[in-house]
């Protein structure tokens, strides 16, 4: 068993870190002594979870952030540097979807999902790693799916961004080791999270995992030794499903 406190002063940066998968890993993170960065979209969201965790004496700020905008990137990871003197882990976990027939998905669609799911990623991880490298290490984790591993109908952009995350998960992995920082790729089955429930509402929920599940693959992951790096782990429900 993990000890508690094994990720004792480390500062984590999460996207999209204010409900779902995002929430669950700011708690289990923050559990195990991480302090916690809940950057999102929704600003009073952020908010919220900052201060739920703060009620359970975990280290949490909130950080209002478009990961697609590079400006808003470039100074929120200043401002966590200035504020808590460092950054040791980014999760990219923020992502959207339209789920739609690529006849209905409009040209402006595609580049918001393009924007937030890959271009956002790359621009987190190219100031993260200006963030972390002036002391050597470092992990980003980038939340992947299987929809980089299989294809369903009507989500076209999700499948082609999440293939791309992918692979540049393992083209950062190749490049950042020389430097001493980790980069590793969660590839994520289904999960009981709005994200999903919202938008396919007959889902059998018993076919789903519990968010924790992937919070946990993600701790694990960040606990190895130093000379051990995990560049793909997947975390699958028990269940088969034949979802979507």
Request: proline content about 5%.
């Amino acid at each position: 068993m993990q000890e508690r406190h094994a990720l004792e002063g480390k500062v984590i940066l999460i996207t999209g870190g204010s409900r779902g998968l995002g929430a669950a890993i700011a708690e289990t993170l923050g559990e195990a002594g991480g302090r916690i960065v809940v950057a999102d979209l929704a600003a009073d969201r952020a908010e919220q979870c900052a201060k739920a965790l703060g009620e359970r004496n975990i280290e949490a700020m909130a950080l209002p952030l478009d990961v697609g905008d590079e400006l808003q990137v470039e100074r929120a990871v200043s401002r966590v540097r200035e504020r808590l003197g460092r950054l040791d882990v980014l999760v990219n976990n923020a992502a959207i979807d339209y789920t739609v027939p690529i006849s209905e998905l409009s040209g402006a669609d595609w580049e918001r999902v393009v924007r937030t799911n890959l271009t956002g990623p790359f621009l987190m991880a190219k100031y993260a790693v200006a963030a972390m490298g002036g002391k050597g290490g470092g992990h980003i984790v980038n939340i992947a799916s299987t929809a980089s591993k299989r294809t369903w109908p009507n989500a076209a952009a999700y499948h082609a961004t999440k293939w791309g995350l992918l692979g540049l998960s393992h083209a950062l992995h190749a490049e950042l080791r020389l430097q001493g920082i980790k980069v590793s790729a969660i590839v994520a089955g289904g999960m009981r999270t709005p994200f999903l429930l919202d938008r396919f509402p007959d889902i059998d929920p018993n076919v789903l995992q519990d968010p924790k599940n992937v919070a946990n693959a993600i701790k694990f992951v960040l606990l190895q030794p130093e000379e051990t790096v995990i560049p793909e782990l997947m975390v699958l429900p028990m269940r088969e499903s034949s979802w979507p």
